[in-house]
């Protein structure tokens, strides 16, 4: 599985930026996709996650409200829209594809894409 990502940038508090991600190559019946970041000088942590076939979505505390991920099961294709932005959501987003997501919180995926910087100025 190859996964795409796209949609980071520079943005000022407040803004908005949605990231997308397309997987290719063999998928399965409980395909999940999600969001990853990684902070400068900080773990990796979870942002977000959908399984693709279900709609089930799953969000980390901090950004309930502002951030969206969404799905397209027959593009294999994670959307995730972020709205009001804050400096301390800069951080590279990793996209991330697991074979058998069953919802919730995951501590790590099967498959990962290279990372798109999102930075929040203040």
């Known amino acids: 599985v190859q996964l795409q990502a796209s949609g980071g940038g520079l943005v000022q508090a407040g803004g908005s930026l949605r990231l997308s991600c397309a997987a290719s190559?063999?998928?399965?019946?409980?395909?999940?996709m999600g969001w990853f970041r990684q902070a400068p000088g900080r773990e990796r942590e979870f942002v977000a996650a959908i399984s693709l076939r279900g709609g089930r979505t799953y969000y980390t505390n901090s950004v309930k409200g502002r951030f969206t991920i969404s799905g397209d099961g027959a593009k294999n294709t994670v959307y995730l829209q972020m709205n009001s932005l804050k400096p301390e959501d800069t951080a590279v987003y990793y996209c991330?594809?697991?074979?058998?997501?069953?919802?919730?919180?995951?501590?790590?995926?099967?498959?990962w894409g290279k990372g798109t910087l999102v930075t929040v100025s203040s």
């Open positions: 991330a594809a697991d074979r058998f997501y069953n919802g919730g919180y995951v501590a790590s995926m099967d498959y």
């Open positions: 190559g063999r998928t399965f019946s409980n395909f999940g």
